[in-house]
T-cell receptor, first 113, second 114 residues
Framework: AQSVTQLGSHVSVSEGALVLLRCNYS??????LFWYVQYPNQGLQLLLK??????LVKGINGFEAEFKKSETSFHLTKPSAHMSDAAEYFC???????????FGTGTRLQVFP | DTGVSQDPRHKITKRGQNVTFRCDPI?????LYWYRQTLGQGPEFLTY????????KSRLLSDRFSAERPKGSFSTLEIQRTEQGDSAMYLC????????????FGPGTRLTVL
């Protein structure tokens, strides 16, 4: 069964510092991969997705993620954190033969001034 | 594009009561999904529809849960004889037809079972 692991339930960075949120998946077949963000009292919003095209995917708000098949990873990065990036981030996968999303447990990002 | 809407946003009920939630997807989206999210966890898949056909149900979904999408537009999720363990955020999402299409999520319905 496929699964998603997000290392670190909480990540804290200073404003202007690099953001790195980790995501590893387990699947024998490269899946589709997604990063969603959830702000307090709001719904999930797609940041970016990988669907077998370019391995480096650029998303909204300056975020990007790189699909590395050899490492079964899809880590999310942003060069310079803003206070407004503070939120919960979820990595998710879906296989090509199903449309349901399997989510990780999430990483809460805190940004300090 | 008004986005995915869900009603109600909050529901408080007593154990043993039945509750029903509604989801209105983005108008041209044929696929509609229900997920459940508990505190500190990521959303868990419950079920999904392609138009009015329910194509997959999670084994997590007990017989007390039923979902419908009668005309391929809005959907309802009913929970019968609610239990305290049903307390969660219930999320609805919709997407177009193709594999890998983005799922757009609604704001969710927060259920509290007393």
């Amino acid at each position: 069964a496929q699964s998603v692991t997000q290392l670190g339930s909480h990540v804290s960075v200073s404003e202007g510092a690099l953001v790195l949120l980790r995501c590893n998946y387990s699947s024998s077949v490269p899946p589709y991969l997604f990063w969603y963000v959830q702000y307090p009292n709001q719904g999930l919003q797609l940041l970016l997705k990988y669907t077998s095209a370019a391995t480096l995917v650029k998303g909204i708000n300056g975020f990007e993620a790189e699909f590395k098949k050899s490492e079964t990873s899809f880590h999310l990065t942003k060069p310079s954190a803003h206070m407004s990036d503070a939120a919960e981030y979820f990595c998710a996968v879906s296989l090509h033969n199903t449309d349901k999303l399997i989510f990780g447990t999430g990483t809460r990002l805190q940004v300090f001034p | 594009d008004t986005g995915v809407s869900q009603d109600p946003r909050h529901k408080i009920t007593k154990r043993g009561q039945n509750v029903t939630f509604r989801c209105d997807p983005i108008s041209e989206h044929n696929r509609l999904y229900w997920y459940r999210q508990t505190l500190g966890q990521g959303p868990e898949f419950l079920t999904y529809f392609q138009n009015e056909a329910q194509l997959e149900k999670s084994r997590l979904l007990s017989d007390r849960f039923s979902a419908e999408r009668p005309k391929g537009s809005f959907s309802t999720l009913e929970i019968q004889r609610t239990e305290q363990g049903d307390s969660a955020m219930y999320l609805c999402a919709s997407s177009l037809d193709s594999r890998g299409d983005t799922q757009y999520f609604g704001p969710g319905t927060r259920l509290t079972v007393l």
